[in-house]
């Protein structure tokens, strides 16, 4: 593993309690941080910090993302705990299974979108007027390949990421002065819980768009995600970074 320096750093990770965000919240207290994670599965939740313990300092707080109220009071119990975020990851999603767009439900449509794209809008929201005052800050969305090429039978989940997509080129231009960096990552398929939310017909057809061969592992993600959340990364905003295996090649 590669040293990224992160320490010192308050980390935020939105659905930090299994997959993508557990992997980046270990590979940020290797590299030094202190990490907060978000999440509104309390039982989920209390494991993973449990687990974490012995890497370094991390603890968790129960929130509901798409609430604006609950994703307030989650900013303001870690400000008050910690002084300060540095760091903010909008990692959590959803997927809402897979059908033509004919026969996907509006609830699922709207669910989708809910947590994919209004939940990290209102976390940053909630987080950015602090990183102003503090004149730091690094915010890194988690995307996806969908949201760049759009899948068959999840236009759901496609139209969310190419939206958090839109998020993050507008805010990272609306920040550039600042000292607050916005950029996403945008994977290929990874083999995490979310999968449960798929058909097999759909994970075939993503793997085999992977000139690679293969899924991308969580801790590749990882890795990439703590280089933005580093000081490091000093010159780009606005940015997409692919992470797809040969993929996305634009």
């Known amino acids: 593993m590669n040293a990224i320096d992160l320490k010192g ?7 930090g309690a299994q997959g993508i965000g557990m992997a ?26 449990s687990e974490l313990a ?4 991390c603890s968790g707080q129960t929130v509901e993302l798409t609430d604006e109220a609950s994703v307030a009071a989650a900013t303001a119990a870690t400000l008050a705990r910690h002084g300060r975020i540095d760091i903010l990851v909008n990692n959590a999603g959803i997927t809402g299974g897979n059908a033509p767009t004919w026969q996907l439900s509006p609830a699922v449509w709207r669910q989708v979108v809910e947590v994919n794209l209004i939940a990290p809008f209102l976390t940053c ?12 800050g690094r915010i890194v969305n988690i995307a996806s390949v969908a949201g760049k090429e759009g899948n068959p039978t999840a236009s759901h ?8 997509i839109g998020l993050t080129k ?25 999968f449960d939310q ?9 793997l085999g ?7 991308v592992d969580v801790t590749e993600i990882a890795g990439m995600v703590a280089w933005l959340a580093s000081e490091d990364c000093s010159f780009s905003t606005g940015a997409v970074f692919d992470l797809s295996g040969g993929r996305a090649t634009y």
């Open 9 to 15: 750093r308050i980390a935020v990770i939105t659905g």
């Open 125 to 136: 929201r909630a987080v950015v007027p602090q990183m102003i005052a503090q004149g730091y």
């Open 54 to 57: 012995a890497a370094g300092p």
């Open 170 to 194: 507008s805010l990272g231009k609306e920040l550039a002065t600042q000292g607050v960096l916005v950029n996403a990552v945008a994977p290929a398929a990874a083999r995490t819980a979310i």
């Open 209 to 215: 768009k992977i000139p690679m061969g293969r899924l």
């Open 157 to 164: 989940y496609s139209a969310s990421k190419a939206g958090l």
């Open 24 to 49: 980046t919240a270990q590979r940020f207290l290797a590299s030094g941080a202190s990490v907060v994670l978000w999440d509104r599965d309390a039982a989920r939740l209390a494991q993973a910090v």
């Open 198 to 206: 798929m058909a097999p017909e759909h994970i075939a057809y993503m």
